[in-house]
């Protein structure tokens, strides 16, 4: 078994688009328009299923903003260098809820970011190899 994706329900699908394409460059994997259901999906990632696990950006037509709730925490994307990662996404509008540095307790850089509907994202700093 893997993990396929992970589903977000967003405001505004473009935008979610550009902060994960522009900001944390993912790809635009494909979209799927369903108005008859009056919802469409995109796809990002860095890479496609199989191999790569997607987040499905869900946008249902006419909901503009949902409540995240107490139960979500937030997704983790393991990144090169997490305070050039962070000046990036702040140079292009994003907003930086943690300032990269060492986890409490800890030697493993990290930072925080929020997409546009709310949802944090944890950059977790992994030198190659």
Known sequence: MRILHTMLRVGNLQRSID????LLGMTLL???DRPEQKYTLAFVGYGSNPEHAELELTYNYGV?????GTAFGHIAI???????????????GGTITRAAGP????ATVIAFVQDPDGYKIELI?????
Do not use: N
């Open 19 to 22: 902060f994960y394409t522009k």
């Open 78 to 92: 393991g990144v090169e260098d997490a305070q050039q990662t962070c000046e990036r996404i702040a140079a292009g």
């Open 30 to 32: 494909h979209t799927t």
């Open 103 to 106: 986890v409490k307790g800890g």
């Open 64 to 68: 503009e903003q949902y409540e995240i």
């Open 125 to 129: 700093e992994r030198k190659p190899d």
